[in-house]
């Protein structure tokens, strides 16, 4: 075997370790839905408060990004990944004084740290995955990575809803359950740290890949299929969280709160966790995981759809589906209110990886610089969950809803301008999977 084989074959062996990284920042993710409605409790937060929780946390994206780059640049992508799992790391132990302080601030500050770490494994992990194996089968193995990324998802909530929102937690007035499972991600991320240490050796070629230009330039949003771009993926992280962070605080309404208990019963009772999933905050936590389990489910059935159909097109049907959903869940009550929202995660899954793609074909040589763009767009998750927050003070939270409706829109109408070519920038061809990196 030739030494260049050799390398191709140990660089292919890591891609497996590589997908747990997608599953823990996927995890730890998703399990900050369950701290919202928790501090906004224990703290008496009104609804633009609690999402500040949110605004912590992907406030991230937007100061770390760049300087995620620059370090990958320096270290390569395995001891880039040391890295952000150690600032990861850092994020999680912090949750430990902030719930024996009991201090707001301090849990904001814990949530940004982990964050910070989230985005430099993001920066690193996506192009690495693309890079371990042939490139035919990029897509292939970024699809694998994330439906694991959405499977972590998918059991954060419940583990939070175990943990932080039980009966037990709930009696503990200084919100010392909320560090728990947090300080078992520390342990996952330790364990993690070590073994990419170890394995560091093995990076070699891979860093030789990377792209020599990865400043970041205004100059690349003259390409208006980009620039909408940014605009979409703006939008859709901001409502995708912002549906996410409001679902327990939603489902507990009055409206929803029967239909939510019961199925939240029936659940528990499924997992034979009915002695510790027994407050409605507990319930409408666990069924969060079903709004995160639909974007796994709907990834699967993305791939294979994408190989058939324009991107464009899907991302227009999946938007004004996910809008139409939402309206429904506003206009209704009970059970048909909380199955619609519940739906919405479904018409999730294929937004982020197809804007990305779309928005980024063509480019060429400014692909670094358009993929950048994209990724400090994820800031729309510090923004309108805020925005959604502020209204739900104003309104309700049922009227807030229309903040998120408003964003698929947007991306309707984004899709469908791709979809029929009407953008500069050259069009994603039928059949093109998504390529994109995981926003979880």
Known sequence: ????????????????????????????????????PKLKEQFSLNYTEAMLVQFAFFLAYFVVSVPAGALLARLGYLRGIVAGLSIMTLGCLLFVPASSMGLFGAFLLALFVMAGGITVLQVAANPLMSLLGRPETASSRLNLAQAFNS??????????????????????????GVHVPFLMIAGLLIVLAVLFWFLRGREGAA????????????????????????VSIFVYVGAEVS??????????????????????????????????????????????????????????????????????IVLMACSLAAALLVSLSMA??????????LSVGLCNSIMFPTIFTIAIDGLEEETPQGA?????????????????????????????????VACYLIIGGYGLLTGLHLLS???????????AVSMH
């Open 332 to 341: 209704s009550s009970g059970t048909m209110a909380m199955v619609t929202i």
């Open 372 to 404: 950048g763009m994209l990724c400090l767009a994820i800031f729309g998750g510090a923004v309108v969950p805020m925005i959604t927050g502020k209204v739900a003070d104003m309104t309700s939270l049922v009227l807030a809803f229309i903040v998120p």
């Open 243 to 312: 549906i996410g962070s409001a679902m327990v605080n939603y489902l507990i309404l009055d409206r929803t709160r029967d239909a939510a208990s019961e199925l939240g019963t029936w659940f528990a009772g499924l997992m034979h966790l009915h002695d510790v999933l027994n407050t409605p905050e507990s319930k409408a936590a666990v069924l969060v995981s079903l709004y995160w389990g639909g974007a796994m489910v709907g990834r699967f059935i993305g791939s294979v759809v994408l190989r058939f159909a324009r991107p464009g």
């Open 1 to 36: 075997m030739s030494t260049a084989s050799a390398h191709n074959k140990s660089m292919t062996s890591l891609a497996p370790i590589v997908v747990m990284l997608f599953f823990a920042w996927g995890f730890a993710t998703s399990i900050v839905d369950a701290v919202i």
């Open 151 to 176: 499977f972590g998802t998918t059991i954060g909530p419940i583990l939070g809803s175990v943990f932080i929102l039980s009966k037990a937690a709930d009696g503990d007035a200084s919100a010392r």
């Open 425 to 435: 920038g050259k069009p994603a061809a039928k059949g093109s999977a998504p390529r």
């Open 207 to 230: 860093t030789d890949q990377q792209s020599g230009s990865s400043g970041l330039s205004l100059k690349v949003l003259r390409h208006s299929q980009l620039a909408l771009g940014v």
